[in-house]
């Protein structure tokens, strides 16, 4: 039962860690729809590097979400004059672009994927990366990025009034998150020990949605919220897969209908 | 050629999905993303209209257009109208929910696996001027070409067309001139949305089985279609589902096919970072 129970909360923990990452981007006004493609890209390399040159795992799970960071601000940079939709659907097609990629890389398992990966990730460490993650992002939330971050997703135009770099900032916020969900991928990577080229494809990114969209899309602490609220639902539903989803389908439609910041709302910042 | 043809097949139907699909985000201003599951009940009207009633075409589309119809409609009245159109991802979201219910509603209908879709004219091949066609292919090329002109007349000629334009070009303008923007909306919308359910029933047709997963499978595609043809425009859908199409078509015949759906989401990107207004080119304001 504890067993269960330390499975169940783990999956939940970097699930959060991936969604977080997800919120980030989301606060800056920018509709990623790549986040679970670029945690996959992260899984891959730390599972690479752990299972090709040995290194350890910390360094390859900071090495993987390194990376995903870089390939990120690429993204929001060469994209910077995408909008709303076109923003949206330019990452989802990314991310689209990332899977075929990773199918058919022989080296690294091609559609099969990569095994083997040894197991590092526990309860414990999840739950470490997890809670230094929420302090630096509170301090983060309250430092002068955090606010301009606010500003800029309350009105891009009045912030670039204000002497924000809004190209500069939506990069910035672009890269935090791929990193952020690049931890949970390289996480993901160490505890299922396999990682297909399915775990970067858009029905994921819907998961991440239906994650953040319950708990708040953009709010870190909705992220949280709706990752634990989901493992939990999807617990005590476990009879059906089908109807678990219909259930969330019909959840996430409603919530946007009714509340569509969110069961969380952003946090009242200042103070 | 041959395979240019099978190309402008399958593109069909990838068009004829994308032209619903921006017919209603012209309408709405919204991506439907539960628009290919309105698809995918259009194609599973078709499966049961041939099961029930008889084993005909045209009974088998005509329960498609339909089916997607209806539902669209329900779900317009029940769902989209009332999203909050003044926030960006909460209708993106909220209609990826929907599309998610739909879904899995109809697993639970009729069962996770694809059910076969009787074939209901022969599967001999016919020679024309050196190509091979089959009765399905020419039963969609055939379909397509009725509802794409049904559209352009019904656009062009009546006055629910004009209203239709005039409602996606400026809501609020059309409004004020008289037009029962909801109503149009509603219109709008059942179109579209049985446009996609006609499309599902022949893609039943030509593979042979339908499935409740099988919008999933196309979503990004008809994604790209749109934004190749540009956001809301009607030819540009068209003509980017045929392009779509053959490109899959001939990157298949070239021996990449497995590529073939890197192809569309590299054309996506493309497109979007160097032509964003589309192939014909109008102009888009959100840019």
Known sequence: ?271 | MQSILDGLVTGSTYALVGLGFSLVFGALRVLNMAHMDLYMWGAFSGFVAISALSNSVVVSILAGLLGGGLLGIAIQKAFLQWLPFDTLAAPFIGTIGLGIFLQNAAVWVFGPRQRLFPGLVGSEYYQVGGLQISGVQIIILVTMVLLGLGLTALLEWTWMGKAIKATSENAEVAGTLGVNVPLVMLVTVGIGSALGGASGVLVGMLYGAVLPFMGFVIAVKVLAVIVVGGLGNLPGAVMAGLLLGVVEALATRLGLSAIRDGVAFALLFTFLLFRPQGLLGERIRAR
């Not at chain 1, 920018?30 to 040159?53: D, E, H, K, R, W």
């Not at chain 1, 990376?67 to 689209?96: D, E, H, K, M, P």
């Open chain 1, 1 to 271: 039962m504890l067993g269960y129970l330390e499975n169940v909360a783990t999956t939940a923990g970097i699930n959060a860690i991936i969604t977080i990452g997800l919120t980030v981007v989301v606060m800056s006004g920018q509709l990623s729809v790549c986040n679970a493609a670029l945690a996959g890209l992260a899984a891959y390399t730390a599972a690479s590097l752990s299972i090709f040159l040995g290194l350890p795992f910390l360094l390859s799970v900071l090495l993987g979400a390194a990376l995903a960071a870089a390939v990120g601000a690429a993204l929001s940079l060469v994209c910077r004059n995408l909008q709303g939709f076109y923003l949206a659907i330019a990452t989802l097609a990314f991310g689209a672009i990332l899977v075929t990629v990773f199918e058919n890389l022989q080296v690294l398992g091609g559609a099969m994927g990569l095994a083997r990966i040894p197991p590092r990730t526990s309860f414990f460490n999840v739950y470490a990366v997890l809670v230094v993650l929420l302090c630096l992002l509170w301090r983060f939330e309250r430092s002068r990025f955090g606010v301009a971050l606010y500003a800029l997703a309350d009105d891009p135009i009045a912030a670039s009034a204000m002497g924000i770099h809004v190209v500069a900032l939506k990069v910035l916020a672009f890269a935090l998150g791929a990193f952020i969900s690049g931890l949970g991928g390289g996480l993901y990577a160490h505890y299922a020990t396999v990682v297909v080229p399915g775990d970067l494809s858009f029905h994921q990114e819907i998961n991440l949605y239906l994650y953040a969209g319950v708990g708040g899309l953009t709010s870190y602490w909705g992220a949280v919220l709706g990752a634990f609220a989901l493992a939990a639902l999807t617990e005590l539903l476990r009879f059906s897969i089908y109807e678990r989803y219909l259930l969330f389908g019909l959840l996430l439609a409603l919530i946007m209908l009714l509340k569509p910041e969110g069961l969380v709302k952003r946090f009242p910042r200042r103070n």
